[in-house]
Structure formats: C-alpha cells, structure tokens
C-alpha cells in the first residue's frame, strides 16, 4: 500500500487480471481521490471518493473507503494494457482551497 | 470546456539562472490555482494555492516563489535556481464552488544542470 515514506510502489500483472492497490492515510479526509498518471503527463483524476461513500464504481474501475481505517482501495477488474500507468491516492484539506496531499504511489505495469 | 495549458514545455537551465513557469485556464471563472513539484520518480508535492487573483498562499518553502496576476493566470519564479529544483511542475485547478476535483495541466519538465 501507499503513503508514508515507502518509495514508489511496482505491480506488474497479466493482462485480464484483477488487481487492487492500497492505501492509508493519516489524517482526517471526507475526500479520497484516485489519479492516474501516465508517463509524462500530468495526472488525471479518475475516481473520487467521499467519506459518506464506502464504495464507488466507475466502469471496470472500484474504489473503498473506510475512514474508521484510514484506507482505500483502487480495483481494476479485467486489467488491459491501456491500464498501465501510476497510480495515485491523494486526500484533502479544505478551507476555501483544497490542499492534496497525494501518496507515494503504485506502478502498474499491464503485460501482454 | 476548460483548457489548462502550461510553458514552456521543457526547459533546460543552469544552477543560478532565474525561471518563470506559467500557467492559464480557459473557460472558467474565478478557479482555484495550485502548483505541484514532482521528483522524477516521486509523488507530487503541492507548494502553492491560490483562490483569488492577487492571493497566494504557500504549502511548503522550496525557494520559489509564485503569483496571480490575472484571474486565469499562475506563474512559478525564482531568481535563483537550485540543483534541487529539478523535477515535472504542474499546475492544477478546481472549482471555487467546493467542487473538490483537482484538473492538472500538461506540465513542464525542468531540468537544472
């Protein structure tokens, strides 16, 4: 799982595979948001998860939250190669902006 | 649809030298700006926020410096660049209206030498 000090996570997978990436954070959030973020680009906000939620789906994309943890979870059912790309899990402050605080981050590598 | 667009693109400077990144938003009004720094191989750190123009509020002490000059535009400086600041800089906006989703835009890739 990511946050912390640990350094950037790799997964690597067969293609149509599930997976699930982790992560936990430590302070309070009634937000978790998952980014994708191919090489070279900036990142892409693919799922957002409010605490009121404990879990939100978006095509072959499952997020979980549960703040009595402190964790979510990111699932890709039937991964693809287009799949492949860094995963981040980020939470927020607000108070007229939002502060991110993003996580070190999982590699997921789809092969073939 | 909004548009985020970052320059330059890349930019390739010597320990010392002073740097200015920018960064606009087409298509909406009154956003919330951030600044990211990314090491390469690192996750994003924020360093700067900004809800209005005029109004800049820093997240962490990196020796830089940004602005908000106009409603859609967010500019990253400093005189004085360090090895360190080498790395991927992104800007990002989201909704003055509590939205919470964070845009980011193509960023630069700044290369100290």
Known sequence: SQWGEENLQALSIQEGEDVTMNCSYKTYTTVVHWYRQDSGRGPALIILIRSNEREKRSGRLRATLDTSSQSSSLSITAAQCEDTAVYFCATDETGGADRLTFGKGTQLIIQP | ?113
């Open chain 2, 1 to 113: 649809a909004q548009t985020i667009h970052q320059w330059p693109v890349a930019e390739i400077k010597a320990v010392g030298s002073p740097l200015s990144l920018g960064c606009t938003i087409k298509g909406k009004s009154s956003p919330n700006l951030y600044w990211y720094w990314q090491a390469t191989g690192g996750t994003l750190q924020q360093l700067f926020y900004s809800i209005t123009v005029g109004q800049v509020e820093s997240v962490v002490q990196l020796n830089l410096s940004a602005s908000r000059p106009k409603d859609d535009q967010f500019i990253l400086s400093t005189e004085k660049l360090l090895l360190s600041h080498s790395g991927f800089y992104l800007c990002a906006w989201s909704s003055s209206l509590g939205g919470r989703e964070q845009y980011f835009g193509p960023g630069t890739r700044l290369t100290v030498l």
